[in-house]
């Protein structure tokens, strides 16, 4: 249809992609035989019984926990550089014919660190993926290193000591910080000091706040771990005060309908706050989060909010241009977006 075109060829910057969320119940399985991998038994968890009934378990999920269990199985057959340079490659060449021009991209070191994966081996690949998207599309992309937040803030610190001794930071391999995993139990301020180190060493830093943990989460990550940009960011509305905040501050908060609904943070996509942010001036951008495990890539998100509010003109031309200001790219590459 019109609007599909229209938000197909809407130049679209994504900020909030788990790399290895990408991975498809197909590629999963396809890995984890090339690589011998163990899956569980299926006599005690039958989604694994078949490609078919793993795609309809990641259909059921009731929480961020619930899936966030089948998020690291999964990813338990990524082994080789060539396995995570064809996950990324995969998702830039699907991310291009979606109309992504810029990608920021989070891996999840830890995750492969503590299974006896080099965090070398991940970045290595991931690299290359990188290189090939802008040489074969002209997409760009940055890596954005995430801790877990379910692990100690002194492992948290060990993975950001290994990347900041290889000059990942510096050399702009690592475009920044983020936090993701379970939210509530595990707040932001945990983390103050690694996030104290990277805001001396003017790395940017963002965290997952308000999916599912209430807006002390959002207050805690910008106040104590002074992030540039909230990721989720949903609950935001529950605190008037806080919401005019991240406008005033140019905060930017990185939002995933179709990631929402599937983790039942809500109903449907039409109860996400998207009028109240364009009413309040917030800048938001929209994203696919873990697209291969909640049934839908970036435009599919881009129509599912076109769908639930049907909006104008000028509200898609404020979310293009606050997708692309708040990207963590140089200054030339904004305004060959803009
Ligand atoms: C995630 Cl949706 C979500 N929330 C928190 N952490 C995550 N890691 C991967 N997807
Ligand atoms: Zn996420």
Known sequence: SDTHQFLQDLPKCEHHLHIEGSLSPALLFRLAKANNVPLPDPAFDPSFASLEALEARYEHFTSLNDFLHYYFIGMSVLITESDFESLAYEYFTRAHQDGVHHAEIFFDPQAHTHRKIPYSTVVNGLVAAQKRAEKDFGLTSKLILCFLRHLSETDA??????AVSLGHFSNGIVAGIGLDSSEVGFPPEIF?????SAAEAGIRRTAHAGEEGDTTYISKALDICKTQRIDHGIRLVEDEKLLQRVAREKILVTMCPLSNVRLRCVTKVA???????????????IN???????GG??????????????LSLKDWRFIAEAAIEG????????????
């Open 297 to 310: 890539y970036i435009l599919d998100n881009y129509c599912a909010v076109q769908e639930a509010f049907g």
């Open 192 to 196: 103050r000091e690694v996030y104290a």
């Open 157 to 162: 610190d060990v993975t950001y000591q290994e």
């Open 327 to 338: 990207s963590w790219c140089d200054e030339v590459r904004k305004h060959v977006l803009l």
């Open 288 to 294: 696919s989060d873990d697209p291969a495990y909640f």
């Open 271 to 285: 109860e996400l706050p998207v009028r109240r942010f364009l009413d309040e001036g917030v800048r938001f951008s």
